[in-house]
């Protein structure tokens, strides 16, 4: 459902130095009518969170922990560290229960590991999205 909260469409931000990832989430994201905002580097990630911070709100960031220029718990903690502190949707390629803490220890609200379904990922946006006040928004 893309209408979740009273501000208009679900803005969320997907981080991920993979382009075929990036495609598949926004392809799967944009048809449940979530507006999906795309970040190629930690870096970029970093600066998106930022840039939302106060001005336009995110609902939800899902991040790629393994990138070429950091470590993407650094996204985790700058969302939950963020005005409105929208949940995070952490994603890696490689899993291991230190990776999963480490995740969980940030602010992750929920850990997968590479691959997984997009029924799997959408029941968890969904999950996440309900269990937030619906009028929750930082944006004026």
């Known amino acids: 459902m893309s209408q979740w ?3 208009g469409p679900v803005r969320v931000l997907v981080v991920d ?9 926004e392809r799967l994201l944009g048809r ?12 970029a990630g ?25 470590d993407g718990l650094d996204v985790v903690r700058a969302a939950r560290e963020a005005t409105n502190s929208p949940p995070v949707i952490v994603v890696t390629g490689y899993p291991s229960a230190e990776t999963r803490r480490a995740a969980t220890a940030a602010g992750a609200s929920v850990f997968f590991a590479k691959p997984f379904s997009a029924a799997a990922l959408l029941e968890a946006v969904q999950w996440i999205l309900d269990s ?9």
């Not at 130095?17 to 989430?25: K, P, V």
């Not at 449940?32 to 190629?40: F, N, R, S």
């Open 32 to 43: 449940q009518g979530y507006e999906v905002i795309t970040a190629t580097s930690r870096a």
């Open 17 to 25: 130095d993979e382009a075929d990832f990036l495609a598949t989430y």
């Open 5 to 7: 909260n009273t501000r």
């Open 132 to 140: 937030l006040p619906r009028n929750e928004s930082s944006e004026p």
């Open 46 to 70: 970093l600066a998106a969170v930022r840039a939302a911070n106060g001005k336009h709100r995110l609902d939800l960031v899902i991040s790629d922990l393994r990138f070429p220029d950091g």
